[in-house]
């Protein structure tokens, strides 16, 4: 059923609390503006009418689109848009509840407010495979999704967002501020979802190909996402910094198919996915876009037959967004088996964009108290008022509450911020360093790795991995693949897959990646040779010519790895015993500088932490935990020598 009711200028352009009247319900929606939709290096590119390229970075991008909740209903969420009246959708309880213009979109005409569940469209899926995920992923079992000791981390992560639009979806939408709008409304929604798992998603730029397409848009989903990263690889990475691309097509994909991702592939060369526009309601495209990010964000399908992963919203309430297929109601939440699926991800060592934080001093719209970030001029931001938990934080002022030293950072616990040496980040691999409270800064101190060429299980440590053609194998093959013989190294594929040359360099172990059992990657093509009855796979790159490198850093000898394609020796690390600059109290990380035992401060571990705040002179005594039982012993022995010293002074002096 619908509700028609009047919605007055005032309140669709400003984000006062307005009343939404629904059959027996009264909803008041408190809003706010996302100023952190857009990042500072937003641009936007397009081509112009004699056929050049053009890229402009608009300063100061003002918009109409606002995040929030709806009064007295606890957990309610909101995101709407006031550009051409009122639309989007918002949550309180169960119910999902979607509003839209009647009217042409008249910012004084007549909406439509009604529940999701009484849309009518058919049932929408997601064109990766249950089959391909496994093959990634491993099977799934209900050990994989009981409740860890340890939450998601309480650190914000940022997916720095560059979208494309096709010429399909421009002509549908006839101009370039009707793209842009339509593209803001997408990202405002997918942000609003990502805030749950302490994500935030902040679009930094926009490719408009209002005249023609850059690549080949097919309708079988597979082609157009292989033809997309290879156009990222070649034109964008270099061009534009960011994390993940993702294609709006106005194209009808094959069958019910409406998206397709890269598994577990964000901070990598196939960070990306593409989307089928498939509603009027941007809500539709959104949930979709969460979706395929979600599988790049190395999150499954959920699965209602694994013990454990369960979604806290019905199938008719919308169910959840890692759902295989949905419909007429449109997902709004991440189940439990995702939330395990992302931390499983960012646990990698690898995983180092989504730490990346736009500068916060240039978001456009500047500093804006009750968004969530911690801006210039703020000691603190816990969101609304209304969501506010932070008792250490006054939500009103984003100022901390009086006698808090801080409010938020892995470092501050009730309100105070850690004693130095706390532990603040476990070490996720061998390859890993842990990392510990400064006793000054509520956050906790910027990942460190061990140092590069560190022996690990079976290589040698870089940038915190540990690199081998096992693992490798293992990541892009499948569970039970094994690295191929070292004979397959003896030949070179010719750029076809058509033949083979032996190679230049004899055995090349830092070439081409070559592979043997597994099942192939659906979204990718491969290449098999044989060589002395031996099998010999190579993955063709899914962003362009050429095949699945040997990760850099792969062993490839005796003290020698993979660099630039070439086995090396290790002097192409540069100093490799750079710890003995740390002066007995730390070791050396992966940028060359002193990782410090706790308790001791950087740069090269000679001061400990307690002697600069409080202004005392360099010391070079032991931390506390060893110098209270050296002082301890000194006492001692001071009393031992004092009881001789008298008990000599008391005797006779025949005796003496």
């Not at 009707?178 to 926009?206: P, T």
């Not at 938990?389 to 002022?397: I, L, R, W």
């Not at 002097?571 to 750079?578: G, H």
């Amino acid at each position: 059923f619908t509700s028609r009711f009047e919605v007055g200028v005032a309140w669709a352009r400003a984000p006062h609390p307005g009343p939404l009247r629904f059959p027996g319900h009264t909803f008041t929606l408190h809003l706010r503006k996302n100023r952190d939709l857009v990042g500072s290096g937003y641009t936007e590119t397009y081509t112009a009418a004699n056929g050049s390229q053009v890229t402009e970075q608009l300063q100061s991008q003002d918009h109409c689109f606002y995040q929030g909740h709806v009064a007295g209903h606890p957990q309610s969420t909101a995101s709407l848009s006031t550009c051409d009246g009122l639309r989007g959708f918002f949550r309180a309880g169960a119910a999902i509840r979607l509003i839209e213009p009647l009217d042409g979109g008249s910012e004084r005409g007549q909406h439509a407010l009604y529940e999701a569940q009484h849309l009518r469209q058919k049932a929408w899926t997601c064109g990766v495979s249950n089959t391909s995920l496994e093959s990634i992923l491993g099977p799934r079992t209900s050990a994989a999704f009981r409740p860890r000791n340890l939450p998601l981390s309480q650190e914000t992560r940022y997916v720095e967002l560059y979208v494309v639009t096709d010429s399909r979806l421009f002509q549908q939408l006839r101009s370039r501020e009707a793209v842009r709008k339509r593209v803001l409304e997408v990202v405002n929604h997918v942000d609003k979802l990502y805030q749950e798992l302490k994500f935030r998603v902040v679009l930094v730029g926009l490719d408009i190909w209002n005249r023609e397409d850059k690549i080949h848009i097919s309708s079988e989903a597979s082609v157009t996402l292989h033809n997309l990263l290879a156009w990222r690889a070649q034109h964008l990475v270099g061009r534009h910094p960011h994390d993940n691309v993702q294609l709006i097509t106005g194209v009808d994909f094959t069958g019910n198919t409406v998206g397709l991702a890269g598994i577990s592939t964000m901070c990598s060369g196939d960070s990306g996915a593409v989307n089928q526009d498939h509603s009027p309601n941007p809500v539709g495209v959104a949930c979709t876009m969460a979706h395929e990010m979600g599988h790049n964000l190395g999150m499954d399908h959920d699965d209602k037959d694994v013990q454990g992963c369960y979604c806290p919203m019905s199938r008719d309430s919308g169910g959840c967004i890692m759902a295989a297929t949905f419909g007429s109601v449109f997902p709004r939440r991440f189940s439990h088996c995702s939330r395990a699926n992302l931390e499983t991800f960012v646990e990698k060592p690898y995983i180092t964009c989504l730490a990346n934080a736009p500068d916060l001093d240039r978001l456009v719209g500047g500093p804006v108290c009750g968004n969530g970030f911690v801006e210039r001029g703020e000691q603190c931001d816990c969101g609304q008022p209304q969501d506010c938990q932070n008792h250490c934080c006054n939500a009103t002022t984003c100022r901390l509450v009086e006698g808090a030293e801080c409010a938020h950072g892995t470092c501050c616990h009730e309100c105070r911020v850690k004693p130095a040496g706390t532990l603040c980040r476990a070490a996720k691999s061998v390859c890993d360093l842990e990392d510990y409270c400064d006793g000054r800064q509520p956050a906790c101190p910027e990942d460190a790795f061990q140092e590069n060429g560190t022996p690990c299980l079976g290589g040698y440590c870089y940038n915190g991995a540990c690199p081998t053609l096992a693992q490798r194998c293992q990541d892009l093959w499948g569970p039970g693949t094994r690295a191929a013989v070292e004979t397959c190294y003896s030949y070179s594929l010719s750029s076809d897959c058509k033949g083979q040359v032996p190679s230049v360099h004899r055995v090349n172990r830092c070439g081409v990646l070559f592979c043997e059992g597994g099942q192939k990657p659906p979204e990718q093509r491969s290449c098999t040779l044989t060589s002395f009855s031996a099998t010999c796979q190579a993955l063709v790159l899914s962003g362009g010519p050429g095949y699945e490198p040997v990760p850099e850093g792969t062993r490839c000898g005796e003290k020698r790895v993979c660099w630039k394609g070439l086995c090396e020796d290790f002097q192409v690390y540069r100093d490799v015993n750079c710890s003995s600059r740390c002066n007995g109290h730390g070791v050396c990380n992966h940028k060359r500088q002193c990782h410090c035992q706790p308790g001791w401060a950087p740069p090269y571990c000679t001061e400990l932490v307690a002697d600069i705040r409080t202004g005392r002179a360099p010391s070079e005594s032991l931390p506390m935990g060893v110098l209270v039982p050296v002082l301890l012993l000194g006492v001692l022995v001071l009393a031992v020598a004092g009881v001789v010293i008298y008990r000599k002074a008391r005797r006779p002096p025949w005796w003496r």
